[in-house]
């Protein structure tokens, strides 16, 4: 059965894509992977995340028209420094991945509903999800799912407004 965040789709309004398109692809990486970095940061040194060692995983943001690449090398998140072939792709909008990081909806509703699309190595996209899944929402989790579970809601009440196609 469905939920009631599945039952949505909203898209993301006109003027939120614009200065996104219009920061360059290099600048949205490196962000991420620092961003990433310091969200992992414990999980990284704890060798919690050697499954992604030397791969090469792909966000694809639809709605966005924006991929960010990472891969882990000596414990540490890293934009790839060629431009290689993803071992796994991960697609969805931008409600999508924000319901999956503020855990309104777990990865297996959202795979198996085709809100989020994975592509590539399976086996690697099942550790990507057994390990969201076993994340502990510690202290340092509680301010980024409630961020981001406010912005899935904003993004509900925003996303029919003048949304493109």
């Known amino acids: 059965m469905k939920t009631q965040a599945l039952k949505k789709s909203p898209r993301l309004p006109v003027f939120f894509r614009l ?10 990486n490196h962000v991420f ?7 992992f940061k414990k999980e990284r040194l704890n ?5 992604l060692q ?8 639809n709605d966005l028209k924006l ?10 998140i890293m934009v790839p420094r060629q431009k290689a072939h993803p071992d796994l792709t991960m697609q969805g909008t931008v409600y999508d991945f924000l319901l999956l990081a503020s855990r309104r909806e777990d990865p297996d509703t959202l795979f ?6 994975l592509s590539g190595d399976t086996e690697l996209g099942l550790y990507v999800k057994n390990f969201l899944d076993a994340l502990d929402l510690t202290h340092q989790w509680k301010y980024l799912q409630w ?7 904003l993004l509900e009440t925003l996303g029919y407004i003048r949304s493109y196609p």
Not at 19 to 28: A, Y
Not at 33 to 39: A, C, F, H, I, S
Not at 67 to 76: A, D, I, P
Request: proline share 4%; glycine share 0%; charged share 25%.
């Open 54 to 61: 030397k791969k090469v995983i792909a966000l694809e943001v």
């Open 19 to 28: 200065p996104c398109q219009l920061i360059p692809v290099t600048s949205h």
């Open 47 to 51: 060798d919690e995340l050697s499954f």
């Open 112 to 117: 198996f509903n085709r809100r989020l699309k």
């Open 67 to 76: 991929t960010v690449y990472f891969t882990l090398v000596n414990q540490k």
């Open 33 to 39: 992977v620092k961003v990433l970095n310091q969200l």
């Open 147 to 153: 961020l981001t579970d406010k912005t899935s809601r």
